[in-house]
């Protein structure tokens, strides 16, 4: 294509979308920080201290699910030659559930859930658990605060790897993090909200809270999945708040960033580097993804308590539901091998342990909520897609993501990108999957914000 064309095709785009898209300055809307979304009558009865927790899988629950596992009604056998094309592959039930009842070793899972110090505290009428690990450190180096979001079907538990090693002293950085993991309200050990309306910004608020709670009125985030989701609106309305974003999931809906992306259909060298396009288009492959992958994300946004009940009641449906993501969003290819590829990067436990984290607190239907509280129009119409945050951010791009967005089209919302790692490894659960890339990605980044703040002082 000539520069000349490709100079007008600019030059007009860039025309029409000036006037599509100027003369409305967003504004950030507020959000009140004391919304209650516990039950009313606790209103004003809750103390804020922090209080220890410990996980505990009680004896009365493991019998339970041992019976439930073993008296499972027979499952279909699955479709000759088929592996994970059509969802679980069934033929694998057998085995998995034989482990989680007789090899999956309840008391010593429990302790390793519990090796990091666990905590509550009330947060606006909610019951909300966090990991806090506290580095230890030489005398010349920095601790600086770092809130890590989990998403689903992840759980706080696919964090415990990346953990430790944020929280330990790294050679080469001046600093270290002071790691802050707070499950989601709703999933596993965070309580669920009462009442509807609690999505993203309301959880966002909670978080913020949390971090005053602590001390910080200044800290760093990282998040992935939901987590990442969690990170842009609070970069949104809490710009003054956050140092800086480390995201995962780097993705926007701005309406520019839309409108570059399709123009990128035609003309992909106007929006993305040539040895990354094929991460983007065509759109037609990121369509077929929606449809094939996503039926979940649908069913979550408008029917999650009927779904809800088929997941509470069944452990073996619990497992395959999750697993599934797990396999298919690691890998897409994966869906070919009859195992799923599960445990080509994790293992039974590590697996099993998120499932356990869900059914032990009976909460996967509260959890999956997330989903229709988020994504229908009542948070579009927030605007928070397009407002632009100062936070300075850098995404770590894997190359089994199922979407990329190109680093031109991110600027739109995240006007400090100070870069992007497009990784030529990895799936959606970084942290998980590649522990030590992922994180040397945020020991990077938050280098570089440094420097960043040292420079727009
Ligand atoms: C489970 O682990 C604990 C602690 O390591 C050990 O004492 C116990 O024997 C194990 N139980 C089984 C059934 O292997
Ligand atoms: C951004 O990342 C690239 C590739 O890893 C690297 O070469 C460059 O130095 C980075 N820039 C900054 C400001 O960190």
């Known amino acids: ?46 103390d804020q201290s922090i209080r220890p927790f410990k996980v505990k899988f009680e004896e009365s629950m493991i019998k339970d699910l041992k019976y439930r596992l073993k008296n499972h009604r027979p499952f279909n056998p699955p479709l000759e030659g088929v592996a994970f094309e059509y969802g679980f592959n069934t033929g694998q039930l057998d085995s998995w559930l034989t482990y989680w009842r007789e090899k999956y070793n309840f008391t010593e899972r429990e302790a390793f859930l519990n090796q990091f110090p666990h905590y509550k505290t009330y947060i606006q009428g909610l019951d909300l658990h966090f990991i806090r690990v506290k580095p230890e450190v030489p005398e010349n180096v920095e601790v600086v605060p770092l809130l890590l979001l989990h998403g689903w079907p ?8 990346a953990i430790p090693l944020l929280a330990s002293h790294r050679p080469g950085y001046k600093f270290a993090f002071e790691v802050i993991a707070p499950s989601i309200p709703g999933f596993g ?17 909670v978080y913020k809270n949390l971090m005053t709670r602590l001390g910080y009125d200044k800290f760093y985030i990282q998040g992935g999945d939901w987590g990442a989701s969690i990170g842009d609106v609070m970069v949104t309305l809490y710009p003054d708040a956050v140092l800086g974003y480390h995201s995962n999931m780097i993705l926007t809906q701005h309406s520019s960033a839309n409108l570059w992306m399709l123009i990128g259909a035609f003309m992909p060298s106007l929006v993305v580097e040539d040895h990354l396009a094929d991460r983007m288009y065509p759109l037609s492959k990121i369509f077929a993804v929606m449809m094939e992958e996503f039926g979940y994300m649908h069913l979550h946004a408008t029917k999650p308590e009927t ?28 869906k070919h091998k009859v195992d799923g590829g599960l445990e080509y990067r994790f293992t039974k436990d590590d697996l099993l342990d998120v499932v356990m984290v869900y059914w032990s607190t009976n909460s996967i239907s509260t959890a999956i909520r997330i989903y229709a509280e988020s994504l229908g129009s009542r948070v579009k119409a927030f605007g928070l897609d397009e407002i632009p945050t100062p936070v300075p951010t850098w995404g770590l791009q894997s190359k089994y993501e199922a979407f990329y967005m190109a680093p031109s089209l991110l600027r739109y919302k995240f006007t400090n990108l100070i870069n992007t790692t497009a990784l030529d490894d990895g799936g959606h659960f970084m942290a998980f999957e590649l522990p030590e890339i992922f994180t040397e990605d945020v020991y990077r980044a938050v280098q570089a914000f440094k420097e960043w703040h040292q420079k727009n002082k």
Not at 19 to 44: C, M, Q, R, V, Y
Not at 154 to 161: D, F, Q, V, W
Not at 310 to 333: E, K
């Open 307 to 334: 779904v809800g009940v088929a997941l509470t009641d069944s452990p073996a449906g619990l497992m395959a539901y999750t697993f599934q993501a797990f396999s298919c969003f690691t890998r897409p290819d994966h």
């Open 189 to 205: 050990f965070s309580q669920a909200a009462v009442r509807p309306g609690f999505g993203v910004p309301e959880m966002a608020v």
């Open 154 to 161: 992840g759980s706080i538990r696919e964090l415990y790897k």
């Open 1 to 46: 294509m000539g520069m000349l064309k490709k100079s007008l095709i600019v030059a007009v785009v860039g025309v029409v979308a000036w006037f599509a898209f100027s003369g409305k300055p967003p504004t950030i809307p507020h959000f009140d920080p004391e919304a209650w979304w516990g039950p009313n009558e606790l209103k004003g009865k809750l």
